[in-house]
């Protein structure tokens, strides 16, 4: 994992889609995604990346129905003007980044922070590459555990970054470095798993999700997992064809040598780059939070590198970059992608919107904003619903005012049947209440007056809204 300059930091020791966006949803480990056809054997799928050992990666039967995205995890190690745009571009969607470490090289825990950092971690945001940290651990026992948490929680506060600013966990890179020497040599099973426990309490307390780093041999020989919470994330290493580990990892670092265009070293040049397999479940599912996820699936290329959706539980809109965070996956070019939507808090969990992007959206398809509903069986879980009254409890009538349910297309009659008002011709008080685009498209929680109805239509200013289907009721 860490490769270093200076004395006195880590080194390393190697290692023997959605079917229809109606079943979209925000849980704890679950959502929709795609994967082989054949979910019952093991799998191979190829890195995209050049000189990374093997041709092809032997995949794990239960992986099979997952969605794989291609990342890096770096240090200060690749510290001269790494070029995240290019990396994008190369299929890098997320980059796990040391923020603080620990040296191996002495008695007394020594803590120091990544000086590379920071601008590593504002790169990559700037280019949509989606991000997490690590903290290179020389913990002995649970009180340098908990000491290493806190450094590293501490770093990141200081830097304004928080849980709503990270797609992926803080983890606790932890492995041996030294030899003989090192400050970890000797260390039993049972403190080690106390200091991985403890790192990952102090992280999540702080508010951030855990994960703890390490190769085959160290998760099987210091690492009681049965120990380790829930939603702590398991990240392994192996440089092989394939993963023989048994711990329940989400993320494989396949190869440590890996050439990305615009991955530098510290000289300036390409260098070898650490690369990780990142699989997104869908098979496992918890209690639902989320009951709506709204938003254009069809983009423009450059519409694509920053996908907006807006998230309800019930009927209370949920605020972007407070309660959750929206990634891209293979968003970078024309083709199929994903965006990844990821709960903070109490929304915890996360979502995979399959993303249609094309190099020209016009056209009245690509600006329909589609609201999925989310309902699950899983383990005797029932969703909210969007709380809507009976059709016979809603008479519409003129000079009255209604508010919106939900994103409704404005028209220029009352009906499908006519054109789409365009955003441009509303009045400035009118284009506050619509979505960003080319149409106008009113916003959940706007407030209507009625000039006319006609059926299940009504005209406001500057059209026609439809109020209601069967027992859907958008305007009340």
């Known amino acids: 994992m860490d490769k270093s300059r200076t004395k006195g930091k880590g080194k390393r020791f190697l290692s023997t889609v959605l079917v229809m966006v109606m079943t979209l949803g925000l849980v704890a480990g679950l959502l929709p995604v795609i994967g082989p056809a054949n979910a019952a054997s093991e799998f191979k799928y190829a890195s995209p990346f050049k000189k990374t050992g093997y041709s092809t990666y032997t995949h794990k039967a239960q992986y099979a129905d997952n ?35 620990s040296s191996y090289s002495k008695k007394t825990l020594s803590m120091h922070n990544d000086e590379k950092f920071s601008t590593q971690y504002s790169k990559a945001k700037a280019n949509g590459v989606m991000t997490g940290v690590y903290v290179f651990s020389q913990a002995k026992n649970a009180t340098e555990g908990k000491k290493e948490a806190t450094f590293a929680i501490n770093r990141l506060k200081a830097l304004g970054i928080g849980p ?89 670092q396949y190869s440590s040598s890996a050439r990305i265009n615009g991955m530098l070293s510290f000289t300036g040049l390409q260098g070898n780059i650490d690369v990780n397999f990142w699989y997104l479940n869908k098979a496992e599912a918890t209690s639902p939070v989320v009951t709506k996820i709204c938003g254009r699936t069809t983009l423009s290329v450059s519409d694509a590198k920053t996908p907006k959706f807006d998230l309800y539980n019930g009927s209370t809109l949920l605020k972007e970059g407070v309660d959750y965070t929206v990634g891209g996956i293979r968003n970078n070019a024309v083709g199929n992608g994903y965006a990844y939507i990821k709960g903070i808090g109490r929304y915890g969990g996360y979502a995979l919107v399959p993303l249609k992007i094309a190099k ?21 879980a029932t969703s909210q619903s969007v709380s809507v009254p009976a059709v016979s409890a809603v008479t519409y009538k003129k000079g009255t005012t209604y508010v919106v349910q939900d994103y409704l297309n404005i028209r220029k009659g009352p009906g499908t049947s006519y054109a789409k008002v365009k955003r441009s011709s509303l009045s400035k008080s009118m284009k506050k209440k619509t979505k960003a685009g080319k149409y106008a498209v009113l916003k959940p929680g706007s407030k209507v007056k009625c000039t006319k109805v006609s059926g299940d239509w009504i005209k406001i200013s500057g059209g026609w809204i439809c109020c209601r289907s069967g027992d859907e009721v958008y305007v009340k």
């Open 67 to 101: 969605l794989i995205v291609n990342g890096v995890d770096i240090s200060d190690w690749q510290s001269k003007n790494c070029r995240f745009d290019d990396a994008k571009k190369a299929g890098v969607d997320f980059a796990i980044m040391r923020v603080t470490y």
């Open 164 to 252: 709503k600013d990270l797609n992926l966990p803080v983890y606790m890179d932890y492995e041996f470095a030294g030899g003989i020497l090192g400050r970890m040599h000797g260390i039993k099973k049972t403190a080690a798993t106390n200091a991985a426990v403890a790192f990952c309490n102090t992280v999540k307390a702080a508010g951030y999700q855990p994960g703890i780093y390490a190769n085959t041999t160290f998760f099987r020989s210091y690492i009681a997992t049965d120990k380790l919470a829930s939603d702590v994330d398991l990240w392994c290493a192996q440089y092989y064809s394939r993963n023989q580990s048994s711990v329940n990892y989400s993320k494989w």
């Open 360 to 380: 020209n959206t016009e056209g009245e398809a690509t600006d329909e904003i589609t609201c999925a509903n989310y309902l699950t069986e899983a383990s005797g």
